[in-house]
């Protein structure tokens, strides 16, 4: 027998994120591939009752899951930090009209960092995200990924708000080059 | 040279009622408006190259409705990337009707990237949509209509118009109050067919 491609690695901390998306009826997944988010991004196309689109570039995620919600669908996006900057006017789509969102962010630029390009974005990342109406949790351990997943799905479509989680570098590992 | 307020009065006109428009910020959302201010419009005011985006996200989750997002040349040029996006997820009930008119109409007129170089619909079809038109004059008119309401989608219609600057016909610009106008109607709509 063949291994499952979707599957995750017996300590993937992501098989519980993907569970907690599972949970809450999330039905489109939008993204910008990042190596920290492979195997949720895998685990998500791997699911028939989850709608995945490769994005060009993040700010197209924000308006998609906006239109998604438009339609009465719950949605993720998932990216990594040096997206953020790219959708900061987009975000006012969310703030003008009430949207409910919610974004996995893989963070570059602060822990361990080899790549000097990623320091500005992965520092600007939060300080970012509050100043376009976000509430942001940032997660250091496996477990506190999945809990805040769940939680931010709830605050974004029970309570209609923007919601980042970042997914920390010390908790994802610095890439080796 | 087509004329843009006629030629989206003539699109929209006895829509059906499973159509659901996204409109671009600038003239085409109050095209659109003046086409008939109805709560199946969602009006953009900002959020420039997000429309197309929208649309797509909008097309996957009501595979029974369709869905045309009317916006503009300089719009449109903002979200060119989302035309790939489209293309590789292929809804075949999303339509993208670009009203081109070779300028920046809200800032002054400013010449555009369509009336140098640029081919709106020869991206489209590059990206992969299935079918694409361009109407240069009213005749044309009525097989745009068709492509963007009746044909499988994706697909991606040009009305290439003048830049006179038209009267303003402002809808609702309260984006709380578009949202739930527009999920009301769906929803609305939802309940009446399931009876």
Do not use: L
């Given at each position: 027998m063949r291994a499952d491609p979707f599957a995750f690695a017996a300590d993937d901390w992501r098989a519980n994120i993907f569970a907690a998306l599972k949970e809450q009826q999330v039905q489109q997944m939008a993204y910008v591939p990042d190596a920290g988010h492979a195997s949720l991004i895998n685990a998500c196309h791997g699911d028939d009752g989850i709608n995945c689109t490769v994005l060009t570039t993040e700010e197209e995620g924000v308006a998609l899951l906006a239109g998604a919600e438009l339609g009465g669908q719950r949605g993720v996006m998932l990216m990594q930090s040096s997206g953020v900057g790219n959708c900061v006017n987009m975000f006012s789509l969310l703030k003008s009209c009430g949207f409910p969102f919610v974004t996995l962010v893989t963070m570059r630029g602060e822990w361990g960092e080899f790549n000097p390009w990623q320091m500005p974005m992965g520092q600007a990342t939060e300080e970012t995200f509050r100043r376009s109406g976000f509430v942001v949790y940032r997660a250091d351990t496996g477990e506190d990924a999945a809990a805040m997943t769940g939680s931010a799905m709830r605050l974004a479509y029970d309570s209609n708000c923007p919601v980042a989680v970042l997914l920390s570098q010390r908790l994802i590992g610095a890439k080796d080059f | 040279m087509i004329e843009r307020r006629e030629a989206i009065a003539e699109i929209l006109k006895d829509r059906p009622d499973n159509l659901l428009v996204i409109s671009g910020l600038g003239s085409p959302t109050y095209d659109v408006a003046a086409a008939g201010d109805v709560a199946q419009n969602f009006y953009l005011w900002g959020a420039m190259g997000g429309a197309a985006a929208m649309g797509l996200g909008l097309a996957l989750a009501r595979p029974d409705a369709r869905v045309l997002v009317i916006t503009g040349d300089g719009e449109m040029l903002m979200g060119l990337g989302s035309l790939a996006t489209l293309a590789a997820k292929a809804p075949a009930n999303l339509a993208v009707l670009v009203i081109d008119n070779e300028a920046f109409g809200e800032t002054g007129g400013q010449a555009s990237h369509t009336g140098k170089t640029t081919n709106l619909a020869a991206v489209a079809l590059a990206c992969g949509f299935r079918q694409v038109a361009t109407a240069?004059?009213?005749?044309?008119l009525a097989a745009v209509k068709q492509l963007v309401l009746e044909d499988t989608g994706p697909v991606f219609g040009v009305l290439k118009t003048g830049s006179d600057e038209l009267e303003r016909v402002l809808p609702e610009r309260d984006g709380h109050i578009i949202r739930h106008t527009f999920k009301t109607a769906l929803t609305n709509q939802q309940n009446g067919e399931s009876k």
């Open positions: - | 240069h004059k009213q005749p044309d």
